[in-house]
């Protein structure tokens, strides 16, 4: 009689594998079903291309790859991302209940994916610790507004875009305004209301003109070009300095001149997208190429300039925009 007792609390207390290698934390984490659903493969394998994608933008290898997917490729994964977490929401809806343990780490990989994919991090270019030697002065005359400018997305949102990731905007203002004297700030402006549209551009830089796009028209267009009419000047091997945001037909050389500092270039227009600035302005930014869609941007520095009776350089000064929309950036001018 004990003995079977004693059996029958024996056979009691047996467990099996599974239960035995069960955790409360196990349970948790994935639960007894750790059946994978095909969405589920399907957001663990986006992840693990967005990760393949930053870990090939870390390396700077530079040229077309590492330029579209930073530009799109990157972009497209959100969009699928977007996809596979509608494909994921049909899914949990037809196989209750929706909330399954084995269903956190696909819903965590799809949620990595559409967060980091797009994270605004400055174009990671290869040269980004070898800036140029090329001896840039400011080629315009009278006070500027350094519109952007520098390190940071607050000071510069041109530090996401290859081409101009150590671009400058420089608009043209004087007394507080960047209009011309009479016209009203309430009123809508044309391009000529404006004190820089039609300011003359002088070489920065001794060099070879490599590229000239002159044939955009001037004026509030909602499709301009990023870059609008332009002039690249070949200033060192693999280096050219680029002049954007040009008058309509401005431009004074032609493809393969030798330009000095201070020959005459072109005009200030208004053929550049209205972003990141609506007004006319004067963008330059050094690069590796001549073709806006292979270029990647090259640190660079101005020789001199003047803010109010103090003279700075060599250097870049930092742009941005105050909370408030109040300009950042200084008012600089040619040094002497």
């Given at each position: 009689m004990s003995r079977g007792k004693k059996k029958g609390r024996a056979k009691g207390k047996v467990s099996t594998p599974e239960e035995k290698s069960t955790t409360p934390l196990d349970g948790l984490l994935f639960g007894k079903d750790r059946t994978i659903e095909p969405w589920g493969f399907a957001a663990f394998g986006l992840?693990?291309?967005?990760?393949?994608?930053?870990?090939?933008?870390?390396?700077?290898?530079?040229?077309?790859?590492?330029?579209?997917?930073?530009?799109?490729?990157?972009?497209?994964?959100?969009?699928?991302?977007?996809?596979?977490?509608?494909?994921?929401?049909?899914?949990?809806?037809?196989n209750k209940p929706v909330i399954q343990s084995k269903r956190l780490w696909p819903v965590v990989a799809l949620a990595g994916t559409i967060g980091l994919a797009p994270f605004p991090v400055p174009y990671p270019a290869p040269r980004e610790r070898a800036p140029s030697h090329a001896q840039v002065q400011l080629p315009v005359q009278g006070t500027w507004r350094v519109r952007w400018a520098g390190e940071g997305v607050e000071h510069n949102p041109l530090v996401l875009e290859p081409a101009r990731r150590f671009g400058v905007v420089l608009v043209r203002e004087e007394e507080g305004t960047t209009l011309l004297p009479g016209i009203d700030p309430e009123q809508s402006a044309s391009a000529?209301?404006?004190?820089?549209?039609?300011?003359?551009?002088?070489?920065?830089?001794?060099?070879?003109?490599?590229?000239?796009?002159?044939?955009?028209?001037?004026?509030?267009?909602?499709?301009?070009?990023?870059?609008?009419?332009?002039?690249?000047?070949?200033?060192?091997?693999?280096?050219?300095?680029?002049?954007?945001?040009?008058?309509?037909?401005?431009?004074?050389?032609?493809?393969?001149?030798?330009?000095?500092?201070?020959?005459?270039?072109?005009?200030?227009?208004?053929?550049?997208?209205?972003?990141?600035?609506?007004?006319?302005?004067?963008?330059?930014?050094?690069?590796?190429?001549?073709?806006?869609?292979?270029?990647?941007?090259?640190?660079?520095?101005?020789?001199?300039?003047?803010?109010?009776?103090?003279?700075?350089?060599?250097?870049?000064?930092?742009?941005?925009?105050?909370?408030?929309?109040?300009?950042?950036?200084?008012?600089?001018?040619?040094?002497?």
């Amino acid at each position: 009689m004990s003995r079977g007792k004693k059996k029958g609390r024996a056979k009691g207390k047996v467990s099996t594998p599974e239960e035995k290698s069960t955790t409360p934390l196990d349970g948790l984490l994935f639960g007894k079903d750790r059946t994978i659903e095909p969405w589920g493969f399907a957001a663990f394998g986006l992840f693990g291309l967005t990760l393949l994608v930053w870990g090939i933008l870390a390396m700077r290898p530079g040229g077309a790859t590492p330029i579209w997917l930073y530009s799109q490729g990157r972009f497209v994964l959100v969009l699928v991302g977007l996809l596979v977490g509608a494909w994921a929401f049909i899914a949990v809806l037809r196989n209750k209940p929706v909330i399954q343990s084995k269903r956190l780490w696909p819903v965590v990989a799809l949620a990595g994916t559409i967060g980091l994919a797009p994270f605004p991090v400055p174009y990671p270019a290869p040269r980004e610790r070898a800036p140029s030697h090329a001896q840039v002065q400011l080629p315009v005359q009278g006070t500027w507004r350094v519109r952007w400018a520098g390190e940071g997305v607050e000071h510069n949102p041109l530090v996401l875009e290859p081409a101009r990731r150590f671009g400058v905007v420089l608009v043209r203002e004087e007394e507080g305004t960047t209009l011309l004297p009479g016209i009203d700030p309430e009123q809508s402006a044309s391009a000529g209301d404006y004190l820089g549209f039609g300011a003359q551009v002088q070489s920065p830089t001794d060099g070879l003109i490599a590229a000239v796009l002159e044939s955009l028209a001037d004026g509030p267009q909602g499709r301009a070009p990023l870059l609008g009419n332009y002039v690249v000047i070949e200033v060192a091997s693999g280096e050219f300095l680029w002049l954007s945001g040009l008058k309509q037909d401005s431009v004074l050389p032609k493809v393969g001149d030798p330009v000095a500092v201070g020959s005459p270039l072109a005009q200030v227009g208004a053929s550049a997208a209205r972003r990141p600035t609506g007004e006319p302005h004067l963008g330059m930014f050094m690069a590796s190429s001549a073709d806006p869609a292979l270029a990647e941007g090259i640190p660079w520095h101005l020789q001199a300039w003047k803010e109010g009776i103090q003279e700075r350089g060599p250097g870049m000064p930092q742009g941005g925009v105050n909370w408030d929309g109040s300009p950042r950036g200084p008012l600089i001018q040619p040094a002497d």
